[in-house]
Antibody, heavy 121, light 108 residues
Framework: QVQLVQSGAEVKKPGASVKVSCKASGYTFTSYGISWVRQAPGQGLEWMGWISAYNGNTNYAQKFQGRVTMTTDTSTSTAYMELRSLRSDDTAVYYC??????????????WGQGTLVTVSS | EIVMTQSPATLSVSPGGRATLSCRASQSVSSNLAWYQQKPGQAPRLLIYGASTRATGIPARFSGSGSGTEFTLTISSLQSEDFAVYYCQQYNNWPPLTFGGGTTVEIK
């Protein structure tokens, strides 16, 4: 069965960077893209960006352009999301999610368990 | 950016009752809309894509309808496990992919 397993919780100081991993199993990693979605405490879902696991192409939400980098390691079927210059309002649960649909059709058919990133001085 | 608006914010329904959730897009998204369920402390779960196609393993009591700018998620007979937050998401025009603010379905 499809599984996305994320790395553990992180506590970071303002200005620091965080890198969250998402290890995929149960499917051909390079056949599906991965999006990253975050959820601040008590808030809704916010899409951060997407990476093709096939060729590494990315699409980032404008809000995060210049501050986020998404990568993949096909040898380990793992996706990564690095967010830099952290602020207190980056405190959130970060999810990876597999892209369902073909072409530009992009819903999320499987999700990681989430990684809590806390930004605090 | 396409803005998704969900209503109501909170819906109180008795077990066994019917829940009707609405999602409106700021411009047409055709049928490129998905619905998710999220329970406290859990990741979202895909319920519906293509506005009306149930995802694998989703019970038939969940149904989606609509196209263009107006969409509805109906839960025909609420079970205890259905009390949760529900989000819609458009994927017609991106980036960015956008979500609605969510509807909480609570026990009446």
């Amino acid at each position: 069965q499809v599984q996305l397993v994320q790395s553990g919780a992180e506590v970071k100081k303002p200005g620091a960077s965080v890198k969250v991993s998402c290890k995929a199993s149960g499917y051909t990693f390079t056949s599906y893209g991965i999006s990253w979605v975050r959820q601040a405490p008590g808030q809704g879902l916010e899409w951060m960006g997407w990476i093709s696991a096939y060729n590494g192409n990315t699409n980032y939400a404008q809000k995060f352009q210049g501050r986020v980098t998404m990568t993949t390691d096909t040898s380990t079927s793992t996706a990564y999301m690095e967010l830099r210059s952290l602020r207190s309002d980056d405190t959130a649960v970060y999810y990876c999610a597999r892209k369902g649909g073909s072409g530009t059709l992009s819903w999320f058919d499987s999700w990681g368990q989430g990684t809590l990133v806390t930004v605090s001085s | 950016e396409i803005v998704m608006t969900q209503s109501p914010a909170t819906l109180s329904v008795s077990p066994g009752g019917r829940a009707t959730l609405s999602c409106r897009a700021s411009q047409s998204v055709s049928s490129n809309l998905a619905w998710y369920q999220q329970k406290p402390g859990q990741a979202p779960r895909l319920l519906i894509y293509g506005a009306s196609t149930r995802a694998t393993g989703i019970p038939a009591r969940f149904s989606g309808s609509g196209s263009g700018t107006e969409f509805t998620l109906t839960i025909s007979s609420l079970q205890s496990e259905d009390f949760a937050v529900y989000y819609c998401q458009q994927y017609n025009n991106w980036p960015p992919l956008t979500f609605g603010g969510g509807t909480t379905v609570e026990i009446k």
